[in-house]
């Protein structure tokens, strides 16, 4: 193999390497140091807020999801078993949201024999760039049977996890 060849080869490894690096949607997992996951906090006896916030690959019907998920969650793991959202928000996350970024790969030689350079801009190849970053949050009341049939705001906590489970994307097994 030339030594151009080989050079192309590493840059053409390199480049897979960093599209593999690419960013992937905020498992189902507790915040991290970087924020992204969930958390909860206890306000009173029976209220909670809970939030939830993923990165730019996480679309935001996900990190809605997340959020109710983990409502109910909290619900169940303190004895109760249905809860009120008293006020809920999802809004565009400044600190995670952001444009598009581009990568570029030179190799060269000085000898004069061999020159190889690949640049690639991931924006062209994966459009715009332009990412949002999602966080919702809500303040949940927390309550004991029987669950209201006719209040709109009330959500059965063993119900929304059963029917939420299935769109959640667990952390990946540690190795």
């Not at 679309?59 to 303190?78: G, H, I, K, S």
């Not at 190889?116 to 809500?138: N, P």
Request: proline content about 5%; aromatic content about 8%; overall charge positive.
């Amino acid at each position: 193999m030339t030594r151009s060849a080989s050079l192309s080869r590493i840059a053409a490894l390199t480049v897979a390497a960093l599209l593999g690096a690419c960013a992937t949607a905020t498992p189902y997992q507790p915040a991290g140091k970087n924020g992204e996951g969930y958390s909860e906090q206890r306000l009173e006896t029976n209220r909670y807020r809970i939030r939830a916030v993923g990165n730019s690959a996480t679309p935001r019907d996900t990190v809605e999801n997340y959020l109710m998920y983990r409502a109910a969650e909290v619900t169940l793991q303190n004895g109760y078993d249905w809860f009120v959202i008293a006020d809920r928000m999802t809004q565009v996350d400044p600190q995670r949201t952001g444009g598009g970024s581009g990568v570029g790969i030179g190799i060269g030689g000085s000898s004069g024999n061999f020159g190889t350079g690949v640049s690639i801009g991931l924006s062209s190849l994966f459009g715009s760039g332009d990412k949002t970053a999602y966080q919702a949050q809500a303040d949940i009341l927390v309550f004991r049977n029987p669950k209201p049939d006719n209040d709109p705001k009330a959500f059965d906590a063993q119900q929304v996890k059963a029917n939420l489970e299935s769109t959640l994307q667990r952390p990946a097994p540690k190795k």
